[in-house]
């Protein structure tokens, strides 16, 4: 269902939709940004730039950038040196929102708080015994 927002770059009233998060005029621009971030990159010379190389040559916005890869304007399987940060600690990754080490820690994470509470239901259910030395 559509709802009336204010534009996140413009502040402009518009109703959002599932293929625009900002206004038709901010749309337009961005689709101009996109145009030549895409020019840049087709270049043969110029994709195994990074992001940084990007942004520096086109004078995109990093965030904007980010937008194009993870909306898959940007397909990263062309350009090899694209990626995005990690959600939690900023190293660039391909897909997905964390990175391995992240991913990994998180469900570590995660397997030692169901451990945590298996253990604490089986005390409730009075399967454990305690003995009083």
């Not at 770059?9 to 337009?28: L, P, T």
């Not at 990690?86 to 570590?108: F, V």
Request: hydrophobic share 30%; charged share 25%; net charge positive.
């Amino acid at each position: 269902m559509a709802e009336l927002l204010n534009c996140p770059h413009c502040g402009s009233i518009f109703v959002q939709n599932s293929v625009r998060d900002v206004c038709e005029a901010c749309y337009k621009a961005e689709q101009i940004q996109f145009e030549t971030v895409y020019t840049y990159i087709r270049k043969r010379e110029n994709r195994t730039a990074t992001s940084e190389q990007v942004i520096e040559d086109t004078g995109i916005e990093k965030e904007l950038l980010i937008k194009f890869i993870r909306t898959g304007k940007l397909k990263l399987a062309q350009f090899p040196n694209l990626g995005y940060p990690c959600a939690k600690c900023s190293t660039l990754i391909r897909e997905g929102k964390l990175c391995g080490s992240c991913n990994s820690n998180l469900k570590g994470q995660l397997d030692t708080l169901a451990k945590e509470e298996a253990r604490n239901q089986s005390v409730k259910s009075g399967n454990t015994f305690f003995i009083k030395r």
